[in-house]
């Protein structure tokens, strides 16, 4: 049977049923996407003998319009009807620190009703992570300035409850962003509910400093995803230059989860990821240290 002359209920093939369709029959949100970029750099060096300490970072830019005027945002913007989600994200990235072709996820998708005081917006969140030595950034069209704020993430408290067979986790995370001129701050709560086989998480933003929109949500959710992806996938390495030392690649590991690591574990962990090269550093002030690079292989050794 031949399916263009299927007919429905009204008696309508699909080319006379897309001809008669009226498109104004339902509302349509406006859609956006907004770009968590990550990276890490040096801090200002105090002593050249010692390795410069490193901060994980977040670009963000100063809002130049209507709505949260002077506030802090996500670089992003609205989808055009002739791009798709992923083509708008990286027209953002690219517009915003003239890079490409770099580590890129879809995070999730943000729809609460109010969420935008203009009109229903939904907007898609993107992570990416980018060397912060390929970076060029600059504020897009509705930004006043472009800025990079170093992340601190850190949990006040944690409940756990059990409900019969179901399960709540709460907890409550403090987000600080912070550079040599500004400092915001954000208290995210998470609820995490386990109903039988369902799974749902529920955010509220407790207390929100110069950020703009919900943007808090999508950081606790970002560094989340990036720390837990950390841990078990190569993920780390997108924000690696093409040569580093071991001593490097272990600071962007404990400045990405927080915390510090075991040097002879953190070693074990990475041997398969990384490949020796026959090149040394060459920075004043203390011994050579080989260099090495990401083995993309590693997977199958």
């Not at 917006?121 to 069209?141: F, N, P, Q, R, T």
């Not at 950390?230 to 600071?251: H, R």
Request: hydrophobic fraction near 40%; include cysteine; charged fraction near 30%.
């Amino acid at each position: 049977m031949d399916i263009e002359q299927l007919r429905d209920k009204q008696g309508l093939t699909e080319a006379e049923f897309l001809e008669r369709y009226d498109a104004s029959i339902y509302e349509r949100p406006s859609v956006t996407v907004d770009m968590l970029i990550f990276t890490v750099m040096d801090e200002v060096k105090e002593n050249y003998r010692k390795l410069p300490e490193k901060s994980l970072k977040l670009l963000l830019v100063k809002r130049g319009v209507h709505p949260y005027l002077g506030q802090w945002a996500l670089p992003g913007g609205f989808v055009t009807q002739t791009e798709s989600l992923d083509e708008a994200a990286l027209r953002e990235l690219k517009t915003e620190t003239n890079v490409d072709e770099v580590y890129m996820e879809q995070l999730y998708t943000w729809g609460d009703v109010s969420r935008d005081p203009r009109t229903r917006v939904i907007s898609c969140s993107y992570m990416a992570l980018v060397d912060g030595s390929l970076l060029e950034v600059k504020a897009g069209d509705d930004a006043d300035e472009a800025r990079w704020f170093n992340v601190s993430y850190s949990v006040l408290e944690e409940k756990k409850t059990l409900l019969g067979k179901d399960f709540v986790f709460e907890k409550v995370v403090k987000i600080t962003l912070s550079n040599d001129t500004d400092t915001l701050e954000a208290v995210v709560k998470v609820i995490e509910k386990y109903v039988g086989k369902a799974f749902v998480v529920e955010r509220e933003i407790m207390v929100s400093n110069g950020i703009a929109f919900d943007h808090a949500e999508m950081i606790q959710c970002a560094v989340e995803r990036l720390r837990n992806k950390i841990e078990y996938t190569d993920i780390a390495f997108n924000l690696m230059p093409e040569f580093f030392t071991l001593s490097e690649l272990q600071q962007v590991y404990e400045v990405t989860l927080g915390k510090e690591l075991l040097s002879a574990a953190f070693r074990r962990k990475i041997a398969n990821m990384v490949a020796e090269t026959n090149q040394f550093t060459k920075d004043a002030g203390h011994r050579p240290a080989k260099l090495f690079r990401f083995n993309p292989n590693w997977r199958y050794l």
